[in-house]
């Protein structure tokens, strides 16, 4: 699982990324918002970790422009200030969570659990997609109970990936295109659909089904 984390204390920052690391995430430690913002337009994260009070933007402004754009990355907040305004500003941009400093590390590892449940996020190397396929999303491969296996590209593979963690949810062609290109790479309607029909020569239109005029939905 690849977590950006935003903190401007030093101190925690790394008591933070130390303990996540050790608990096996691949995290990448932002210290203001204008690096974070880059690294979000730059990279694909499955969990955004956002303090409120930073250098620049605040987590939640940050957090606002990325809903705007239709990312939907689950989100945490962390914050010092224990008043309602703040809590009910960042339920307002997006966030899913919100956890208040002095917090105990294991807190903050008891939260990301909840989101991986949430959004069906996995760290295992494995995803079983059903009884028969299995997805290798590091290997870019789908391995079938046959003992035969097959390659995917890697946009293939994040499509795949983003479908299934969202599954039995329509998600838009926006949706899709914003959260796994980048700003200056975004594919056409096209494109899109070619990869989608790749895709289907595995799983057939019964998996991954279109909704006309707003996107696809795989269902399990």
Request: proline share 2%.
């Amino acid at each position: 699982m690849k977590i950006l984390l935003m903190e401007d204390d030093p101190v925690l920052a790394d008591l933070m990324r130390e303990y996540l690391v050790e608990c096996g995430y691949d995290i990448f430690l932002c210290h203001d918002s204008k690096s974070a913002q880059k690294s979000m337009n730059d990279d694909r994260f499955d969990l955004f970790i956002l303090d409120i009070n930073v250098p620049g933007k605040s987590g939640i402004e940050l957090l606002k422009e990325e809903r705007e754009f239709e990312k939907n990355t689950p989100t945490i907040l962390i914050t010092a200030y224990r008043d309602i305004e703040h809590l009910k500003k960042g339920f307002l941009a997006g966030c899913d969570d919100y956890i208040k400093k002095p917090f105990e590390l294991e807190e903050l590892e008891e939260r990301i659990n909840n989101i991986k449940k949430r959004y069906n996020i996995q760290n295992d190397i494995l995803i079983e997609i059903d009884e028969n396929i299995n997805f290798d999303y590091h290997k870019r491969e789908l391995i079938f109970s046959d003992g035969s296996s097959v390659s995917l590209s890697l946009k293939e593979s994040e499509i795949l990936r983003y479908l299934i963690n969202h599954k039995n949810r329509v998600v838009s062609t926006s949706e899709l295109t914003q959260n796994i290109w980048s700003y200056d790479e975004i594919p056409s309607d096209a494109t899109l659909r070619v990869y989608i029909k790749n895709l289907r020569r595995y799983f057939g239109k019964e998996r991954i089904k279109t909704v006309r005029g707003v996107g696809y939905c795989f269902e399990s």
